[in-house]
């Protein structure tokens, strides 16, 4: 079995070799952009290794892993459009280095070409394949839009909030193990097992980048502590923080929260100092060990040698103990 | 057999019947108000009606017919943000309803959706029907891709124009039919030769929407006559006037392409006697019946019976003469 480092290799020169030398190169040369931009390839290395530890063959699950990717990149591609994000990975983001109109087509044809990858799966599988990507793919979108609707509501939910990023983030990564499980010739069971590992493992990955965003070290993590905290964004943090508060430590959060003249260096302290107050690191690390919990219980579950689920294992361990 | 009127009835009840009552609304909604503007369902009723005229199932053709005219609307919805059209079908664009991020996510969704029906095609012709589809998709966002690039050049020869519209408008068209005959069951040769059909005729159909942009009435036509003219679309009309102008026809063109303070009535009137001057209509009619006549040899060299192709032919005939 080959490990998770050695598939994302074969990811990497199978994306690398995808041929977008076509025309107009308007189109195609932002969508070149965005798959060369690098990332982690985790969704695409973990189809593979489904593929490969349920007993398939990688190569038969090479194609749609690929297309996975390129659906994952399209979604990356319209979330910077709406988000009005400037910067993805260090880089320029399409909208910004050419304009709006070119991000939105570039990634409206990503999302065909994905569908031409998923589509190469072995004749017998497609149809299967097909209805576990495309159930996935509207789904990622029902997550966005979620995630767009709660920046201006107030009366979200933490179970809304789970649920949200259970699509956003959840699901694809359910997605790519589920549909390399069945090309690999897995057992419905293990399929899905396989799955709602994915998906319990997807909701701990962003509860952990909520975590991260106000409690690491901005060395380590890349970008400036506090976002979501400047921003307002609704983030388990946030929201488990309005839940808990009380007195003034309610009146200082809504405060903050609403006012437009504070200063965001100090209104980060501020908020992480109520985070600090209300034990809201805790509440959200032991949300992450119950995620992580549930993720690994489906593993035990799946009946495969404990040598063959050990990468996932190890992968899940990783996810958990991230400090970036 | 069943005329093209009685496709289109089974395709409005078919759409009208697609249940959108998904959570969240905020992108379901916008979708179902696309689908619900009305419009002619060409697509989808050639779809039908290719499958009907070689003998197959109408049944086994709607679930992809409704999958064509979902990836249409999708498009029409993308093009809107693009184009910042604020009117479609005389009501407000989701763009504008509701706002850009809504209508870019909408749009993906609605892209997903279409994938959903046509998949659902007869389980052996599936991934044929998929790789038609999925050709037709790609190739209609190259087509949108040419015509903004156009919006910035000055060089676009009538040869690239007629090639932008054939992927902008020919291959959906072309494709609908092909799919239908697929599902119907035909031979290969049908097939590329309704094609074949649907491309010249979708090329034929986008230059008469040129020309009555320019020579028509306002009141059949419906909407202001010369709104190219105003925008300086580079159109059939626009591109064989600068071909063929010299002297005083060319200078003039040229100032009032240019020119940002002529008054757009003056505009579109000095612009209409130049065309006229040039006999810009007659070349234009006469590239129409150029491609309306290799639309009826494909269709004539069809083995199948007259009556069988009478629908189609009474189809382009229509077109051909259409005055709005």
């Known amino acids: 079995m080959k490990n998770l480092e050695e598939l994302r290799e074969i990811i990497r020169n199978s994306i690398s070799n995808i041929d977008l030398n076509r025309s107009p190169q308007e189109l195609y040369d932002p969508i070149s952009y965005t798959l060369n931009l690098g990332g982690k390839r985790l969704r695409p290395s973990l189809c593979l290794l489904a593929a490969d530890m349920v007993g398939g063959n990688i190569e038969d699950a090479l194609p749609p892993a690929i297309g996975i990717e390129i659906f994952h990149n399209f979604t990356l591609l319209h979330d910077d459009i709406m988000d009005k994000a400037a910067i993805r990975r260090g880089k320029e983001t399409v909208h910004i280095k050419w304009d709006e109109n070119v991000a939105i087509l570039s990634g409206d044809t990503m999302m065909a070409l994905a569908y031409e990858y998923i589509m190469k799966a072995p004749q017998t599988l497609r149809t299967k394949v097909f209805s576990v990507f495309n159930k996935t793919a509207i789904e990622v979108c029902e997550g966005q839009q979620f995630d767009m609707n709660f920046e201006t509501r107030d009366d979200v939910s933490i179970e809304e909030y789970i649920n949200m990023i259970r699509l956003k983030t959840g699901v694809l990564l359910a997605g790519s193990l589920k549909i390399g499980a069945i ?110 919990q549930r993720a690994k219980k489906c593993l035990d579950e799946i009946k495969l040698s404990l040598e063959k689920k050990s990468e996932l294992v190890k992968f899940a361990e990783i996810l958990k103990r991230r400090e970036m």
Do not use: R
């Open 183 to 292: 090309i690999g010739g897995a057992e419905k069971e293990t399929a899905n097992k396989l799955y709602k590992f994915g998906e319990n493992i997807g909701i701990a990955f962003q509860l952990k980048d909520d975590l991260l965003d106000v409690f690491s070290d901005v060395e380590k993590f890349g970008k400036t502590t506090g976002g979501d905290i400047i921003s307002n964004k609704k983030t388990y943090l946030y929201l488990n923080a309005f839940e808990l508060a009380t007195g003034d430590d309610l009146s200082e959060l809504t405060e903050l929260s609403f006012s437009k003249t504070v200063d965001a260096k100090e209104k980060v302290k501020k908020v992480k100092a109520i985070y600090e107050n209300l034990g809201i690191q805790q509440v959200t690390e032991s949300k992450i060990e119950y995620y992580y």
